[in-house]
C-alpha cells in the first residue's frame, strides 16, 4: 500500500522534512498547514520540491471549525475553505482534512452539520477537492468516528468521506470493528499514531505523546486490519505529534517512521518481509580501544583466556566458557576511550536474519575484509551498533571463529570457574532514540521487549527497558537518560552469567580487580526487609554483592570499575528470576558516580 | 517558622544535597530513604555531616506497607520497622514518615490498621521516635487525609500522629478547611508540594511533576493557614518530585526551593518580607558586546541617537523616546557575541526593592563603581541577567543617568518617529530554570505571570510565559527551549513599542536595515482568515509585518535581523491587545532559522 507521512510528524523546515520523507522511501506526504505557512517556498515550487523527490501531496491539513455554526459564521468559514482550496490548486493536493469542530460558536445539531458540510463539499468539488472529515478526540460535539461517518453518511455528498484517526479511534476506547460498516470508498483517509497507554487528558495525550505504530500501546494493526475490509485502498500515513520526535533529526525520525510502518503492514498481512530468523544466542561483544591493557587486565581477572587472534586485523579473541569477547584495537579505534562497538549473535541463518534487517531499512555495513576472511552479514542498529550475524561452529555455513588462529594455552592463563555465558548486554541509547531502538530489536531482531521501567540515578531518571528472546539466550537491556551528556548513564555494560556469583567476584578481587564497593547501608535495609543464613549478608558486603529476589527466584549481581565507557557485571540467576536487579539500579548508579 | 526540604527534592549524592540545602538556608531535612542506602557515609557520619552544616534531621522516609495485614505480616513489617528505628537512632532523627500502605495485602479493616498503628508507635516509642502516618492519594484503602486522621485518632497513641502533604490533599480535591479540627500536636509533620494543574493518573502526576509552592496551580498557602490554625508549629518541608530537579544543579534548586517557602510565609501570614516596590517601567536594557559596530548600526536604523557616555566606562547610551539602550563595550563582554545582559528597572524606592530582592536570596550584585558614580541598586536573577533598580530623574534619588554626560546632537543623527518605549524584553531561560524565573519574577519583583504557552518551534517546542506589572509598563516574556544548545531558541530580544509599526519598519528598511523576512504563505492565510483594507496586507508583506487579534485590539509586529545573541522587534499594540503574538511565533521562529 501507498505510505506517507504528515511534515508535521519530523522537525525541521519543510523542505527538510520532505527531504528526509522522500530518503526514508515513503509514497507521499499530508502537508500539516503551519508548515506550509512557515515556508519560504510557494505552493508551485512546494509541488514541483515533491514532484522531483517523487512524492505525492496526498492530504492538506488541517482545516478546523467548520460545520454546525450559524449562517453569518458559515458564510466566513466558506470564504475561509475557498482561499485554501485555491492554494491547494497551487499545490496539487486534491484532499483536505476537516477536523470536527472545538469552536464554542458549534451547535449541536447534526442536521445543520451534515447540511453545512454538504455545502463545503460543494465548494470544494468546483477545485477538484475532496474533504475528510474527522472527528477529533475533544470535538465540542462530534468526537467519535461513528458520529462523523454519521454526518457524512447523512450528507451523502462525492466529494465528502471520512478520515479515520488511529489516535482519536483508540484514545477514546472505541470499538474499530463497525468501521468495517463504512463502505472503503467513503473513507478518503487513513491516519495512524500508537501512543503510550497514558492516564491524562487526551488532548495533552494527543499533542505531546503519541508515537508510530508498535512504539506505543494501541492495537494498531489490528484497526488497520478492519479498515482494510472495508475496501479502502488509500495511504496507511502517518501523523504523530510528539515532543521528541520535534527536537529530533528529521532524517533518522523518517526512517524510524517508516520502518514501523512496514512492520505495521507485515502485521496486518498487507505485505511480507523476510521471515526473522529467531537467534540462538550472542556469539560474542566486541570492545573498540586505543589503549587495550585496562581491559585485557579486567577480562583476565574476570577469568578470560586471550585463545585466539585474528589472521589479518589487530583483533584478540578472550574466551571463557562460552562468553567471548574481542579486543579491537583497529582505526575504528575512537578517542573516547574503550568502547563496545559490536555484537555477534547466532542466527540459524544469518543471510535471511540481515535480509530482513535490510528490508527493515538496517543499514548493511561494508564488508571490510580479506578475500580470504568468512563473509559475515553485518547491519547497524539506530545506535551505530554493528550487528554480526553469526552462525559459530556450524560447518556448513560461514563462521567468522576460522578468521581468528589460535594462541597456545599459557601457564598464566587463569582456570575458569565453571560455566560462563553471555547474560546480557546492556546498551544504552542515544538521548532521542530510544523508542525506535525498541521497535528496531522487536521488529528486525525478533525480540521481545518487556515492561519499562524508571531508574532513578542521582542526576537524572533513567528509563530501561529489556528486549529479549524467548529463552533468554539473548537479552538486551535498553536504557536511555533522561538528559544528554552523562557518561556514567551512558556506559555499556557486558553481564556475565556464572554458576557461582561468590567465587567469581573472589577471583576477581584476588586477581587484583576492583569491584564496586556498595555501601554498608544498603546491606543493613537487606536485613531488614530480608532473612539471610549466618555470614551470608557479610559476604556480599565484602564483595560488593547486590541481591534482588522477584516471584520466580533469586538475582545476585556485581559490577567491575569502569574502562572507558564500558563496565562488566557478574550475575547468577537462580530459579528462573527474570530481571535485571532494577531494584538495586540507584545503589549501583550512585555507587559508580562516587568513584568517578 | 523552621523550614526544611526532602534530600529527594535536589539532584547528587547525599553529601551533595546536604551541602546545597544548608547553604541555602534549610534548618533542617527530610532524609529519603535510597538517598542513604546509596551513601557510603554511615548513620553516624551522616548525623555529624548534619549537625557540621547546622541541619536538623525532621523526618526519616517512608516506610511503607505498615498496617491491616495478616498477623504473620505484620510480624515481618514490625521487624523491619526495629531496623529502621535502630538506624534512626544512629541517625539521630525522631521522626518517621509512614505511608498509607498500597500493599495487595492490606485489608480494608479500620480497626486492624488503628492497632497495628498502634503497636508500631509502641516499638517507635521504645527508640524515642514518633511515627507521622500520611494517606497517600492513591492508597489502597486510606487515600484522604481525613481518613488517616481517624486511624491516629483512633489508635490515641502518643507516638503516633499524622502528616499532612499538600499535594496528596489537594491533588485529589480534598478540602483542606476541616484540617482545622485536627489538634495541632497530633500533626506530626507538614510537606509541602505544588504541581501543575494537569489531567492525568495521580501517581504520575505526583512522581515526576510536582515543584515548589507557588510554580503550579494549587493554593499551597492557604492550606498551610488551615494547618497554623490547629497550632502545628513544626516544620514546613518541601518534598517535590520533579524530572528537571533530578537533573537540575543542587545548589540552584535549593536556593529556587527555599525561595518559594519564603514567599509562601509572607502569603500565609508567617513571616514579613520587605514589601515589593511596584516596578513603573524599563529605565534601560543593557547590551554588552566586545564589537559594538553591528549592534550600533541597527539602533541607528531604528532611529535610537546616541546621547550620552558613562563617565568612567566604556558605556554608550542610544535613545530614543523614552526607549534607551545601553551598549558596553567594557570588559564583562564575552566571547559569544553580542549578549543582552542588564536591565534597569523603574522602581519608586530602589532601595527597598534591593532589600526585598536581598531577603528572597537574590545576588546582591557588587557595585563596581567608582566614587564618583551614582550608588545604584542591583541584583542577578537566576539566569545571571543584572537588575538595575532605577530613579531616573528623580532629583531626591542617586540617578544613574548623572554618570553619564552628554553628546552634543549631530546633524546624523536621524529624527524619532514619535513615542518609542520598551514595550517589553523577552528573556530566554536556561534549561532547567523556567519555572523558578517565574516564581523569581513574580515573588522579588512583584509582576504578575501570564498563562504558559507551547510555541512550535521547527526544531522544537519551546515555553513561554508572560510576567507583567499592573499597566503594562515592565513586561517580560520568558521562553525556555525543549533542549539545550540551540541559539536561535535562546536570543533575547527588545520589543520598542511604536505607534506606526509601518513607519517605523519603512525607516528601518531605509536606512538600510534588514527586517525578518516573512513568507507569502503567511500572508495568503490571513487573508483567508481576515479581511483586510485595499494595499493593508501588501504593506504588511512588503514589510515583513505579522498581525494578529485579540479579544481586545490588534498587534501588528516586525523583526530586526539577530546581532549576536539579540535581536529588536517593532511593535504596534492597539486596543488594548494584551498578547505578544505567540500564534505568530512559528512563523518568525523558521524565518529566523532560514536566515542563520
Known amino acids: 500500500m501507498r505510505t506517507s507521512i504528515a511534515t508535521v510528524s519530523l522537525s525541521g523546515s519543510l523542505t527538510e522534512k520532505l527531504t528526509a520523507a522522500a530518503r526514508a522511501g515513503f509514497d507521499g506526504v499530508e502537508i500539516f498547514e503551519n508548515d506550509l505557512l512557515a515556508s519560504p517556498l510557494t505552493p508551485e515550487e512546494i509541488r514541483a520540491r515533491c514532484a522531483d523527490l517523487g512524492l505525492g501531496i496526498d492530504l492538506y491539513q488541517p482545516m478546523r471549525d467548520i460545520e454546525a455554526v450559524p449562517a453569518a459564521e458559515f458564510a466566513r468559514n466558506l470564504r475561509r475553505a475557498r482561499h485554501k482550496f485555491e492554494l491547494m490548486e497551487r499545490l496539487g493536493a486534491d484532499t483536505v482534512l476537516v477536523c470536527s469542530s472545538v469552536s464554542p460558536l458549534a451547535v449541536d445539531d447534526d442536521a445543520l452539520a ?7 463539499a460543494d465548494l470544494a468539488q468546483d477545485f477538484g477537492v475532496r474533504v475528510a472529515y474527522e472527528a477529533l478526540a475533544w470535538g465540542r460535539h462530534v468526537s467519535t468516528y461513528d458520529h462523523a461517518w454519521h454526518l457524512v453518511e447523512s450528507a451523502d455528498h462525492p466529494a465528502l468521506g471520512t478520515c479515520l484517526d488511529s489516535f482519536h479511534i483508540l484514545s477514546r476506547g472505541s470499538d474499530p470493528k463497525p468501521i468495517e460498516d463504512i463502505p472503503g470508498e467513503k473513507i478518503f483517509f ?5 501512543a503510550p497507554l497514558l492516564g491524562m487528558d487526551v488532548l495533552q495525550w494527543s499533542r505531546h505523546h503519541r508515537c508510530f505504530p508498535g512504539q506505543g500501546g494501541f492495537d494498531v494493526a489490528g484497526l488497520v486490519k478492519h479498515v482494510l475490509r472495508t475496501g479502502y485502498d488509500g495511504p496507511l ?3 504523530v505529534f510528539n515532543d521528541v520526535f520535534r527536537q529530533a533529526e528529521a532524517g533518522p525520525t523518517a526512517v524510524d517512521a517508516r520502518r514501523s510502518l512496514l512492520i505495521l503492514q507485515e502485521e496486518a498481512g498487507i505485505e511480507a518481509l523476510p521471515a526473522p530468523a529467531a537467534l540462538t544466542g550472542v556469539a560474542f561483544a566486541e570492545l573498540v580501544t586505543h589503549d587495550a591493557e585496562p581491559v585485557v587486565a579486567l577480562l583476565a581477572g574476570l577469568g578470560f583466556a586471550r585463545t585466539a587472534r585474528h589472521r589479518g586485523k589487530p583483533v584478540e579473541l578472550w574466551e571463557q566458557g562460552e562468553a567471548r569477547v574481542l579486543v579491537n584495537t583497529g582505526p575504528a579505534a575512537r578517542r573516547d576511550g574503550t568502547t563496545l562497538a559490536a555484537i555477534g549473535l547466532e542466527s540459524p541463518d544469518p543471510a535471511a536474519a540481515a535480509r530482513r534487517a535490510e528490508a527493515l531499512l538496517a543499514p548493511v555495513l561494508p564488508r571490510r575484509r580479506a578475500a580470504e576472511d568468512a563473509p559475515l552479514d553485518a547491519v547497524a542498529a539506530p545506535d551505530g551498533t554493528e550487528l554480526f550475524l553469526c552462525a559459530t561452529d556450524r560447518p556448513e555455513l560461514p563462521n567468522w ?9 599459557t601457564a598464566a592463563t587463569p582456570a575458569p570457574l565453571g560455566s560462563c555465558r553471555v547474560d546480557h548486554v546492556a546498551l544504552t541509547q542515544p538521548w532521542h532514540h530510544f523508542d525506535e531502538a525498541v521497535l528496531f530489536h522487536r521488529g528486525v531482531l525478533g525480540l521481545d521487549a518487556q515492561e519499562s521501567v524508571d531508574v532513578a540515578d542521582p542526576y537524572g531518571l533513567l528509563r530501561s527497558r529489556a528486549v529479549t528472546n524467548a529463552d533468554g539466550s539473548v537479552r538486551f537491556p535498553l536504557t536511555v537518560g533522561a538528559a544528554p551528556g552523562d557518561d556514567t548513564a551512558h556506559a555499556r555494560h557486558i553481564a556475565l552469567a556464572t554458576d557461582d556469583v561468590v567465587a567469581a567476584a573472589r577471583r576477581l578481587t584476588e586477581a587484583g580487580g576492583r569491584p564496586l564497593r556498595i555501601p554498608a547501608n544498603y546491606y543493613d535495609d537487606l536485613a531488614a526487609r530480608l532473612e539471610f543464613a549466618d555470614g551470608e549478608l557479610e559476604t556480599y558486603r565484602d564483595l560488593g554483592i547486590l541481591y ?7 538475582f545476585r549481581h556485581c559490577y567491575t570499575h569502569t574502562v572507558g565507557r564500558v563496565f562488566f557485571e557478574l550475575v547468577q540467576r537462580d530459579g528462573g528470576y527474570q530481571g535485571y536487579g532494577a531494584a538495586n539500579a540507584p545503589v549501583r548508579l550512585a555507587a559508580q558516580h562516587a568513584v568517578r
Open 401 to 409: 571463529r576460522a578468521d581468528f588462529e589460535d594462541i597456545p594455552h
Open 237 to 239: 500515513s502517518l501523523e
Open 548 to 554: 534482588d529476589r522477584d516471584a520466580h527466584g533469586v
Open 114 to 120: 451534515a447540511e453545512q458540510l454538504s455545502a463545503l
Open 190 to 194: 487513513l491516519q495512524l499514531a500508537d
